[in-house]
């Protein structure tokens, strides 16, 4: 019984509570309420209500009146805050007025619609302005000054006007740069370093060190190095000698030297080719001791023969013609660039004019 009770005066109170959570409240407050003539005061105005809802302040041109002899100078934003965990919400908006004739004005209640209400402040405001404090030549009545002159701005320099400066002379030469290469119509050439090729026992002697660096060969698998090894005796005797020994037999490379009477350099090369040609096609076993000897020889071998060069050649710079397609894409290129340089130095010096009136007018 005393459950059922409790439940009744529970959904009484919430029917109760209800709609004064959604009740729409609306103050205001007038500071100072008395001013001098041509002062202002500040009419604040706050409305409260459901945080779905959405109110409408009243909007005040320029010298609007919101009461006979007292106008609205400016308006602030509306400034937002939530309460009760953001189910309501409090809107407050700023009105500055200023009044120029002596008197007690009455401002009405102030008037805020909300979902197509209106709903206004509970009591009308009061403003008194009056001359106190302000001297008045009462003697000299029809003696009036004329205005004063202009007060000149004073402009503050800032280092981003050097800066944007700066750039908007950088973009302008860039872009003077392509257009006058673009109407050129020399033909646009590339510089290319043709290095000159390295010494035949130079490189020789490095892929050498590698195959012995590697060591990875043995006994059973001596075939692969020697493939290696003989292929590049070959290159460097082709290089050397000028003539295509990687197309060449082990005997018709012999006899080649031969004819460049060079006897004495060919007894450590006939030993390694002889091996490498057993190894490879005998399927002869050498030790490894022999497949050290051999890697021995060859060095020696290219050590006997190689000619040093009393000094190396200077590498070589030549122009290239560009293909006709690849011109074509680089004209295009400098034409859009010069465009699109041009337009952002204009884009900056509007700008900058824009930034420089502001600050002189």
Not at 78 to 90: C, F, I, S
Not at 145 to 151: L, S
Request: net charge positive; charged share 25%.
């Amino acid at each position: 019984m005393y459950q059922k009770i409790s439940l009744l005066l529970l959904f009484a109170l919430c029917g109760v509570l209800a709609p004064l959570s959604a009740q729409v409240v609306v103050k205001s407050q007038l500071t100072p309420t008395t001013i001098r003539v041509g002062e202002q005061a500040d009419l604040s105005v706050s409305v409260t209500l459901g945080a779905g809802e959405r109110a409408y302040f009243p909007e005040y041109k320029n010298g609007g009146q919101i009461a006979p002899g007292v106008e609205v100078v400016e308006a602030s934003p509306v400034d937002t805050t939530y309460l009760n965990e953001n189910r309501r919400v409090r809107l407050t908006r700023t009105y500055r007025l200023t009044s120029f004739d002596q008197a007690l004005y009455t401002l009405p209640a102030f008037a805020v619609k909300v979902g197509g209400k209106t709903y206004k402040a509970s009591a009308p405001l009061g403003l008194k302005v009056d001359t106190a404090g302000i001297s008045v030549d009462t003697l000299h009545v029809d003696r009036f000054y004329g205005p004063k002159g202009a007060v000149e701005g004073v402009f503050t320099w800032r280092s981003l006007y050097f800066w944007l400066a700066a750039l908007v002379l950088v973009l302008l030469v860039a872009a003077a740069v392509l257009t006058v290469r673009y109407f050129n119509r020399r033909p646009i050439t590339r510089r290319v370093v043709v290095r000159p090729p390295e010494a035949p026992h130079k490189w020789a002697i490095r892929e050498i060190n590698k195959i012995k660096e590697e060591r990875n060969w043995n006994e059973d698998d001596a075939k692969d190095y020697y493939v290696r090894l003989t292929d590049v005796l070959r290159r460097y005797i082709e290089q050397r000698f000028h003539f295509g020994a990687r197309e060449m037999t082990s005997s018709e490379i012999l006899d080649k030297l031969l004819k460049a009477k060079d006897e004495a350099s060919l007894r450590e090369l006939r030993q390694v080719l002889e091996t490498a040609d057993l190894v490879k096609f005998a399927k002869y076993k050498a030790a490894l001791s022999e497949n050290d000897a051999n890697l021995v020889k060859a060095v020696e071998f290219i050590n006997e023969t190689k000619v040093e060069a009393e000094l190396p050649p200077d590498p070589i710079v030549k122009e290239v013609v560009l293909k006709e397609n690849k011109q074509m894409a680089l004209r295009i290129a400098m034409a859009v660039g010069a465009l699109v340089l041009a337009v952002a130095a204009v884009g900056l010096v509007v700008y900058l004019f824009g930034e420089l009136r502001q600050s002189f007018f």
